[in-house]
C-alpha cells in the first residue's frame, strides 16, 4: 500500500524499493503477486525488459522465486490461486514485454499456455469475443511464417495466434522492439486481420513482401483484407 501511494504521487523511486520489498516476500499471497507485477511495469517502462520479465513471472506463476528456471505445470494443484481473476491481465503485460524484447515465439508460446490454463479454467465474469486483431509488424513475420506451410493444420494454427493476439494487444498495447535489424523494416507495419479470416487470404498473406511494401508506400502502413476485391489493401498512415 505504500508503494501504492508512492507512486500515486509520482515517487516512482521510492515507490520501486517497496514494490521490490513486497515482490521478494516468500509466502506467495496476493499483495506479493501485486508487488511483483507492478515492479515489472516500472521496469517495462524505462525499457529494463529482461528484469521486468523475471518478475512478471513472478506475479504470473507466483510460487517459483525470482529467476527461477523450474515452472510448475500450469496444472499442478498446488499453483496459487488465480486471485480474482487477474492472471490474463499478468499474462497479457507478459507477452507485450517479450515481444519488446523481439522473443515473438516465446510470446505466442506463452499466450497459447495461458490461454489453455483458462480454457480449463474459465472466470466467472462473462466471456470476451474478440475476432479482429491488429497486429504490429513484429508479429507480421511470424505470423507469415506460420501460414506459409500449406496445409489446414497451419491455417487452424494461425487462426488461434491471431485469436490470441487480438485479446492481448486490444489491451496491453506492446511496445516497439529493442529494435533487431530484421524487424526495424517493418515498425511501420499494422496488419488487421480477422481470427476467421479465410485460407485464401492467408495464403495471399505469406506471399506478401513487407519489407519492400513498407521501403515503397512511406514510413507507415497498414493492410487490411477487401472482402470485395478479395485480396489484401495496403493504405499508407500519415502520422
Not at 64 to 82: A, K, M, Y
Not at 104 to 109: G, K, L, N, T
Not at 168 to 188: I, K, T, V
Not at 206 to 228: C, H, K, N, P, Y
Request: aromatic share 8%.
Amino acid at each position: 500500500m505504500l508503494a501504492e501511494f508512492l507512486a500515486r504521487q509520482g515517487r516512482d523511486g521510492e515507490a520501486e524499493g517497496w514494490y521490490r520489498r513486497a515482490a521478494l516476500a516468500t509466502y506467495g499471497g496476493y499483495d506479493v503477486l501485486r508487488g511483483a507485477e507492478r515492479l515489472g511495469d516500472l521496469l517495462a517502462a524505462r525499457r529494463e525488459y529482461e528484469e521486468a520479465e523475471t518478475w512478471y513471472c513472478r506475479a504470473y506463476y507466483g510460487d517459483d522465486p525470482p529467476g527461477s528456471t523450474e515452472r510448475r505445470p500450469l496444472g499442478d494443484q498446488f499453483r496459487p490461486i488465480d486471485y480474482a481473476g487477474r492472471q490474463p491481465a499478468v499474462a497479457r503485460k507478459r507477452a507485450a514485454n517479450l515481444l519488446a524484447m523481439g522473443k515473438v515465439a516465446d510470446a505466442d508460446a506463452f499466450l497459447a499456455e495461458a490461454e489453455d490454463y483458462q480454457r480449463r479454467n474459465p472466470s466467472r465474469g462473462p466471456a470476451e469475443v474478440v475476432t479482429t486483431a491488429v497486429l504490429t509488424g513484429v508479429l507480421v513475420p511470424f505470423l507469415q511464417t506460420l501460414v506459409s506451410k500449406a496445409g489446414e493444420d497451419s491455417y487452424r494454427s494461425a487462426r488461434a495466434m491471431i485469436h490470441r493476439w487480438a485479446t492481448m494487444l486490444r489491451r496491453s498495447p506492446a511496445p516497439p522492439p529493442e529494435s533487431p535489424e530484421e524487424q526495424a523494416s517493418l515498425e511501420g507495419v499494422v496488419l488487421r486481420i480477422s481470427a476467421h479470416v479465410s485460407n485464401e487470404a492467408l495464403r495471399q498473406l505469406a506471399d506478401l513482401d513487407f519489407t519492400v511494401i513498407r521501403q515503397t508506400m512511406g514510413s507507415a502502413v497498414e493492410v487490411s483484407w477487401d472482402e470485395s476485391s478479395h485480396e489484401w489493401k495496403i493504405t499508407p498512415v500519415h502520422r
